[in-house]
């Protein structure tokens, strides 16, 4: 249908000059796909990005490795069936240039350029309670009008840099993986270090291991990690994942983590030992998640269940690493697998027993600064010619933090927020009126597409809603934000995850206020169907605990 806003009671409200209706920030997964509902609708509207181009994470993270780790059917769009019949994944789990390809061909298809904005940094966006409008104010001074805000910014979006001191003297080149120069450096031959060893490390590590004269890696904490178990996807194998794309999706709906790994649901206890291991070596020998997703549903829940299954994981990894002293150096001690998202790798273990590799433990040896030349630690001077800061994003809030956010009264977002993310289903914030988040905090932490679909499928009805009713402004009540909220917490009682020192629970060793013990709830922890009713719940009550005005 043409959503044409219908007459107000207050005229000066519904007819406040305005640039557009809707203003969308962010062209990645989730804002091409509100793109493309908004341009179906016929609305005037714009969606703006920082970059030179379309993609968001896709489009900046091109650091050798960089792959999904969901696989490549369960992560594309569903929404078209022409869409689906068309594109041909390659791979089991897509590497980046291949799925910004996709990302451009499905903006291509469906003309979405045209409504699109780049290098277009939004700087601020304040409130007026007059005019029921925001006033976005943009990278080169420039300013726009609009009713609505949709923020589509990225989870992972703002990379932290650590603070060592030096770091603008070293003559070679550095530079965070999200960061990662266009023009691929050639590091074949370099001197190269690599300070961090979380899931964006272990993709890059196996690759420049292959090139490099020598690569130091810097671990201040290990990471449990899984195989990815990757493989090509010919003809053949296609046409049988299009025969069942229904099927596919259905279980993504039905799954908490958005994908077909379904959980081993027939109790921990009730098996034995024997049983166990032998899902586990199948499990690991299989691609994607289903050594965590597959799994008996204790691992997430009980202790004593976790730890026998950690201790299977870390055999694993002493199978694979012959020096048994560096063996233990990668095995977790302060969390046990699965209890935060699990990074998947391709060879990442087998690259430790290469001459060329070194692991430099610097919680043991901490880095003191950066030389001209390298970096020096308690003990030791090192020489490189190339630094990747591998430490890390300020996942779920950090985007926001970076646009002066003034709401009703010229409340700041980022004060509300100081002490952790508070929202209204992940969606809405009270006292942002007007504003709307696609795979905002506390959303549904699933496979983010199936999730960036469920908000967009939500957020488009819920506008068409106030189109049609004269609706120039919606608020959500405090009351609703808190309770859901609370559902939140609650939802973190009985997982092991909420003891993590997890970006998930807003832990992150490069940025002040984010220490472990101050946990943020930054996802919905209770699982994509019950998420799913829940949106679905609030539409059919008139969309209860918003205010409309």
């Known amino acids: 249908m043409n959503a044409t806003p219908a007459r107000a009671t207050d005229p000066k409200r519904a007819n406040a000059p305005r640039d557009y209706e809707v203003v969308v920030i962010g062209t990645g997964v989730a804002g091409i796909y509100q793109t493309k509902r908004l341009k179906d609708l016929g609305v005037n509207f714009i969606t703006l990005d920082m970059n030179a181009d379309l993609g968001?994470?896709?489009?900046?993270?091109?650091?050798?490795?960089?792959?999904?780790?969901?696989e490549s059917f369960t992560y594309g769009y569903s929404f078209s069936k022409e869409l689906l019949a068309e594109w041909h994944w390659?791979?089991?789990?897509?590497?980046?240039?291949?799925?910004?390809k996709y990302l451009n061909y499905v903006a291509d298809k469906f003309d979405l350029r045209r409504h699109m904005r780049f290098n277009t940094r939004v700087d601020a966006m304040h409130f007026n309670d007059d005019l029921d409008t925001w006033t976005l104010t943009?990278?080169?001074g420039s300013k726009l009008t609009t009713r609505f805000v949709i923020t589509a910014v990225g989870v992972l979006s703002t990379p932290t840099q650590p603070e060592f001191p030096g770091m603008a003297d070293f003559k070679g080149l550095s530079f965070h993986p999200f960061n990662w120069p266009h023009e691929q450096p050639d590091l074949t031959g370099k001197r190269v270090a690599i300070i961090g060893t979380g899931a964006?490390?272990?993709?890059?590590?196996?690759?420049v291991a292959k090139v490099a004269s020598h690569l130091t890696i810097f671990q201040r904490r290990p990471n449990w990690a899984a195989p990815l178990n990757n493989s090509k996807i010919d003809d053949a194998e296609m046409a049988k994942i299009r025969a069942r794309y229904d099927e596919i999706f259905a279980a993504c709906a039905r799954t908490p983590g958005g994908f077909e790994h379904e959980p081993d649901r027939r109790g921990f206890y009730k098996v034995t030992p024997e049983e166990r291991k032998a899902l586990w070596d199948k499990l690991y020998d299989e691609p994607g998640f289903g050594i965590w997703l597959r799994n008996f549903v204790e691992i997430f829940t009980d202790e004593k269940a976790n730890a026998e299954f950690s201790e299977y994981i870390a055999n694993r990894i002493r199978q694979r690493v012959k020096d048994p002293v560096l063996a233990e150096k990668l095995i977790p001690r302060d969390h046990g697998f699965g209890v935060q998202r699990v990074p998947l790798e391709t060879g990442y273990f087998?690259?430790?027993?290469?001459?060329?590799?070194?692991?430099?433990?610097?919680?043991?040896?901490?880095?003191?600064?950066?030389?001209?030349?390298?970096?020096?630690?308690?003990?030791?001077?090192?020489?490189f010619d190339v630094i990747i800061y591998s430490t890390g994003f300020d996942a779920f809030t950090g985007a926001f933090d970076k646009i002066d956010i003034r709401g009703a009264g010229g409340v700041k977002l980022k004060d509300k927020w100081a002490d952790g993310p508070v929202t209204f289903l992940g969606l809405m914030v009270t006292g942002m009126p007007n504003m709307v988040m696609l795979a905002g905090p506390q959303h549904a932490s699933t496979n983010f597409p199936r999730g960036a679909e469920l908000a967009v499928d939500w957020v488009t009805p819920f506008l068409e809603y106030c189109w049609q009713h004269g609706y120039t402004r919606f608020d959500p009540r405090e009351e609703a934000e808190q309770r859901w909220f609370q559902h939140v917490q609650d939802m973190y009682k009985g997982i092991l995850m909420g003891k993590a020192k997890s970006w998930i629970t807003g832990y992150n060793g490069n940025l002040p206020g984010h220490?472990?013990?101050?946990?943020?709830?930054?996802?919905?922890?209770?699982?994509?169907?019950?998420?799913?009713?829940t949106l679905q719940q609030c539409a059919e009550k008139g969309y209860e605990g918003v205010d409309l005005s």
């Open 56 to 70: 968001g994470t896709w489009y900046n993270n091109r650091y050798p490795g960089a792959r999904f780790d969901s």
């Open 350 to 383: 087998e690259v430790y027993n290469q001459d060329n590799v070194e692991l430099v433990d610097s919680g043991e040896t901490p880095i003191q600064r950066i030389t001209e030349t390298g970096l020096e630690t308690t003990n030791r001077s090192f020489e």
């Open 90 to 100: 390659t791979e089991q789990f897509s590497p980046q240039p291949e799925t910004l």
């Open 515 to 533: 220490e472990y013990g101050k946990t943020r709830f930054n996802i919905y922890a209770g699982g994509g169907p019950k998420y799913a009713r």
């Open 200 to 207: 964006t490390a272990i993709q890059i590590i196996p690759e």
């Open 138 to 140: 943009l990278g080169d």
